[in-house]
C-alpha cells in the first residue's frame, strides 16, 4: 500500500512538473528546433527514405529472383480419359476409360529469373534516381518553408508582447491623466469634457488591450504548432523585437547575386523537366523487345492417399531451363498515342521551366525592393514615434497649463499609440521580408 502511494505521488508530481516545464527558444534555437521537429519537415524526411527504398525497390527487379511454389492436388473426382479398345485387346471401334493420374499429387517448385534486357527497367533506375533528387528537393523547399513559418511566427509573439508593453504604459499614462484632471475638475477649475474625452481615450486603449491579450495567445499556440509543439505549451522567447530588427537590417543582402540556378524552385521545375523526358524514354523503350531468362527446378509425388510425409514414398524431380523473347509487333497505334503525350508533356515542362525563371527573376526583384522599403519605413517610423512622443508631451503640458484643450491632447495621444504600433509593425516586416528574401535567394546564413 506504501509503495502504491509512493508510485503515485510520484506519477502526480512527475506530470505537474511536465505541465510547468518551460521552453525557451532564440530565434535561431527556434528554427532548429523546428527543423528536426515540424510535423511537415519530419514528413520530408520520412519522404527522402521513401525515395531511397524506392530507388533500391527500382534496382531489385532486375536483379535475379527467386521464387518457391508447393502444390498439393487432390482429385474429388478424377478426371477420364478415353483410350480406343483395341490397345487392350477389345473391341475396335470401341474406347475404354482410363484414369492417367493418382487421386492425390504434390509439386514443389523453385523458379530463378533474370531480365537480360528491358528497356523500361533501364529507364526505371534512371527514374528513381530522379524521383530521389526530386524528393530531396522536397526536403530543402519545406526547411525554407519551415524557416520562414517560424521566423513569421516567432515576430507575431514578439510583436503581442511589445503591444502589451506599450498598451499597458499607456493606460498607466492615461489613469494617471484621468486622476490628475479629475482632482482639478473637482475644485472647479476644468470642465467636465476634460476627463470624459480621456476617459473615452482610456476605454480605446483598454480595449485594444484585451483584443492583443487574446492575440497574444493565439500568436504563441501557432508558434508552437509551427516547431512541431503540443499547442498549449508552455513557451517562452528569449529575444526582443527591436533586438531582431537591427540585426536583420542588413543592406549588403540587396547586392547578393540573383543566381535563379540557387532557387528550389527552378530545381524543382528542372527536375519536372527530366522527369518528363524519362517518361518519353519510357514510352519509346516499349517498342523494344524484351528478353528473360529463367531456370527451375522441383519434385513431385503421387499416390492414392495422403501418405507424402512417409520416408518410403518416392520423389521425382525434373528441371528446366529457358529464354523468353517477347517482340512488340502492332498495338493498334496505343503506343504511338502513349509516346506523343509524353512529348506534349514534355514541351509543357520545358515551357513551365522557362516561366519559372522568368517569374523568379520579378520576385527576387520584388523581395529586394520590399526589404529595402522595410528598412527604409523602419527608420521613418523610428523617427515619427520620436515626434509624436514630443507632441503628445507638449500638448499633456499645455493642457494642464490651461492652454490647450482636451480635444487636442487626445488627438496628440491617438497620434502617438498609431506611431507606437506602427513601429511595431515595421520591426516586424524587416525581419518578414528578409526572411522572404533569404527563401527566395536560397541565401541562408550559415550558424
Keep these: 500500500m506504501k509503495k ?80 480406343p479398345a483395341e490397345l487392350t485387346g477389345g473391341t475396335p471401334g470401341t474406347f475404354v476409360p482410363v484414369n492417367f493420374s493418382t487421386k492425390q499429387s504434390t509439386t514443389a517448385t523453385a523458379t530463378l529469373t533474370q531480365k537480360l534486357f528491358d528497356g523500361s527497367y533501364l529507364v526505371g533506375l534512371q527514374s528513381a534516381k530522379v524521383y530521389l533528387e526530386i524528393s530531396k528537393n522536397a526536403k530543402e523547399k519545406t526547411d525554407l518553408e519551415v524557416r520562414k ?55 480605446g486603449v483598454e480595449s485594444q488591450l484585451k483584443n492583443t491579450e487574446r492575440l497574444k495567445k493565439l500568436a504563441y499556440q501557432m508558434f508552437n504548432i509551427t516547431l512541431g509543439l503540443d499547442v498549449n505549451t508552455d513557451s517562452k522567447l528569449t529575444e526582443n523585437l527591436s533586438g531582431l530588427a537591427n540585426y536583420h ?8 547575386d540573383e543566381n535563379i540556378e540557387n532557387n528550389i524552385d527552378f530545381k524543382i521545375a528542372e527536375n519536372d523537366k527530366v522527369a518528363k523526358e524519362l517518361l518519353l524514354k519510357l514510352e519509346k523503350s516499349k517498342a523494344l523487345p524484351t528478353l528473360d531468362a529463367f531456370i527451375n527446378g522441383g519434385y513431385a509425388a503421387y499416390n492414392e492417399k495422403f501418405h507424402f510425409a512417409n520416408s518410403d514414398q518416392k520423389w521425382f524431380g525434373s528441371s528446366l531451363f529457358g529464354v523468353s523473347l517477347n517482340i512488340p509487333i502492332f498495338s493498334s497505334g496505343m503506343r504511338s498515342a502513349s509516346t506523343q503525350r ?106
Aim: hydrophobic letters at 40%; charged letters at 20%.
Design 4 to 83: 502504491s502511494i509512493t508510485l503515485l505521488f510520484f506519477l502526480i508530481s512527475t506530470a505537474i512538473f511536465s505541465q510547468e516545464t518551460t521552453m525557451q527558444f532564440s530565434l535561431q534555437e527556434a528554427i532548429d528546433y523546428a527543423l528536426e521537429n515540424n510535423r511537415t519537415a519530419k514528413n520530408a524526411v520520412r519522404d527522402i527514405k521513401a525515395a531511397e527504398l524506392q530507388k533500391w525497390e527500382t534496382t531489385a527487379s532486375g536483379l535475379p529472383q527467386l521464387n518457391a511454389s508447393v502444390d498439393y492436388q487432390n482429385w474429388i473426382k478424377q478426371q477420364v480419359t478415353l483410350l
Design 249 to 256: 537590417s542588413v543592406t549588403s543582402l540587396l547586392e547578393a
Design 342 to 447: 509524353a512529348k506534349v508533356n514534355l514541351e509543357k515542362a520545358q515551357d513551365d521551366l522557362t516561366e519559372t525563371q522568368q517569374q523568379l527573376k520579378l520576385q527576387i526583384a520584388a523581395a529586394k525592393s520590399d526589404y529595402q522599403f522595410a528598412m527604409e519605413d523602419y527608420e521613418n517610423k523610428t523617427s515619427n514615434l520620436n515626434l509624436a512622443e514630443r507632441i503628445e508631451q507638449k500638448n499633456q503640458t499645455k493642457f494642464f497649463e490651461g492652454i490647450s484643450s482636451s480635444f487636442d491632447l487626445r488627438q496628440a495621444q491617438t497620434q502617438l499609440y498609431t506611431a507606437q504600433q506602427e513601429l511595431l509593425q515595421a520591426m516586424l516586416n524587416v525581419i518578414n521580408t528578409k526572411a522572404e528574401l533569404e527563401t527566395v535567394l536560397n541565401e541562408i546564413p550559415k550558424n
Design 149 to 203: 513559418a517560424v521566423i513569421n511566427a516567432y515576430g507575431n509573439v514578439l510583436l503581442a508582447e511589445e503591444s502589451l508593453s506599450v498598451l499597458n504604459r499607456n493606460i498607466s499614462v492615461l489613469e494617471k491623466n484621468i486622476f490628475e484632471i479629475t482632482k482639478i475638475y473637482e475644485n472647479g477649475l476644468e470642465e467636465e469634457e476634460s476627463v470624459e474625452q480621456l476617459q473615452i481615450t482610456l476605454s
